[in-house]
């Protein structure tokens, strides 16, 4: 009886614990259509919001578009120069370009930049979010009546959308001419082969991919942080807080998006 008893206890907290899972994935997909809404209300764009979106968008990406950018340089070059290496060696070096394009263009930058922005932006976005919430200024209207959704949360939302976005997209472009210019040199003479290559790394569905998952990173980043201290409850069962569960969530989905990127691009 007593260890009918206890597996009868089992299942119950598994049951309860996947409700919760659930119910908290749930939640994050509503927040993000009530934020999808005040994004196309024009609002949003006006005023004290218009200031707060900008000040937001500044303060998350240019400090660290610059070293983000050298740094990934730097390390690409590396790389670079192992696969160039490797693939000289074996007598490959006409795949030496194609590598380089799928491996740091398509699939480590844009990941890099939305782990990098997780950890420089979101968390610090909802680590003041939770202080907001704390303090009840979420609950009621701003002083001059706006909707703290759209003075709080949206700006925050969008500015790490946009970081993961715009660092990914400037990498790629550094590394992708740096690739070209470390095998090829300063000419133009491999100019037509290299684009030739790039344009069969980037067929139309790969790009399509390639969108689509630059994009669900960016979303994960900005949203998911956010949303989880917003909505979670804090649980004494668990020993860890809402922050933690927010980038334990962030970082799940990240690895779901990658991995079905991989699996749509070469299965």
């Known amino acids: 009886m007593a260890s009918a008893a206890s597996w009868r206890t089992v299942l119950v907290d598994l049951g309860r614990s996947a409700l919760q899972w659930f119910a908290g994935w749930w939640q994050i997909v509503l927040f993000g259509a009530r934020l999808l809404v005040l994004a196309l209300s024009p ?14 968008l500044y ?9 983000f950018t050298v740094l990934t340089s730097l390390i690409s070059l590396v790389i670079i120069h192992i696969v160039v290496v490797t693939s000289v060696s074996y007598g490959l070096s006409r795949y030496a370009l ?18 990098f922005v997780a950890l420089r ?8 979010v939770a202080a907001l919430r704390a303090q009840g200024a979420l609950s009621a209207p701003a002083a001059d009546g706006a909707d703290p959704l759209q003075r709080e949360i949206l700006p925050r939302v969008a500015s790490g959308m946009f970081s993961v976005l715009l660092l990914a997209t400037v990498s ?4 992708a001419v740096l690739a070209y210019l470390w095998v090829h040199g300063v000419t133009t003479g491999g100019l037509a082969g290299y684009t030739r290559t790039f344009g069969r790394v980037f067929n139309p569905a790969v790009t399509l991919i390639f969108t689509a998952k630059t994009l669900g990173f960016s979303l994960a980043v900005g949203l998911i942080p956010i949303a989880s201290v917003l909505y979670d409850r804090p649980n004494p069962r668990l020993r860890t807080s809402t922050e933690l569960r927010g980038l334990v969530r962030l970082f799940f989905m990240i690895l779901l998006i990658e991995i079905a990127a991989l699996v749509v691009n070469y299965y």
């Not at 609002?43 to 937001?56: K, P, T």
């Not at 932006?121 to 003041?128: D, Y």
């Open 172 to 175: 790629c472009v550094v590394t």
């Open 98 to 115: 194609e590598m380089v394009v799928r491996v740091l263009v398509l699939e480590l930058i844009p990941l890099t930049a939305a782990m």
């Open 121 to 128: 932006c979101a968390l610090p976005n909802a680590a003041e």
């Open 43 to 56: 609002s949003s764009y006006r005023g004290a919001n218009r200031a707060a979106l900008a000040r937001h």
């Open 59 to 67: 303060t998350d990406t240019a400090p660290v578009l610059l070293w």
